[in-house]
């Protein structure tokens, strides 16, 4: 299984849009869902989460009022909805799955075993 990050683009502060995280495989199962960003010369940071079986999600606080991510079961997919996107949103968004069982935090980088190439925002001011 793979994923496939898509959506991404550059866009004007304010502007907003929509990025997807499709699995290659309909057997796809998951835990988790995530997206993190990394910025150039910055680390990966959390940005949403999902349980992909369960309800619940987290949003950073960065974030948080403007981006929702959300799960299509019948697709096999997760979107992130970016709205009143800020040039301090722009770097490289990637999704990540965790597909076995953990209790660990949905924040945790290292709790996502299964990753998608990534889709560049960028946001001009």
């Known amino acids: 299984v793979q994923l496939q990050a898509s959506g991404g683009g550059l866009v004007q502060a304010g502007d907003s849009l929509r990025l997807s995280c499709a699995a290659s495989?309909?057997?796809?199962?998951?835990?988790?869902v995530a997206w993190f960003r990394q910025a150039p010369g910055k680390e990966r940071e959390f940005v949403a989460a999902?349980?992909?079986?369960?309800?619940?999600?987290a949003t950073a606080d960065s974030v948080k009022g403007r981006f929702t991510i959300s799960r299509d079961y019948a697709e096999n997919t997760a979107y992130l909805q970016m709205n009143s996107l800020r040039p301090e949103d722009t770097g490289i968004y990637f999704c990540?799955?965790?597909?076995?069982?953990?209790?660990?935090?949905?924040?945790?980088?290292?709790?996502?075993?299964?990753w998608g190439q990534g889709t560049q925002v960028t946001v001009s001011s």
């Open positions: 990540g799955a965790r597909t076995t069982y953990f209790s660990g935090s949905l924040y945790n980088l290292r709790e996502y075993n299964l």
């Open positions: 495989d309909r057997t796809f199962s998951a835990y988790a």
């Open positions: 999902i349980r992909w079986q369960r309800s619940g999600t």
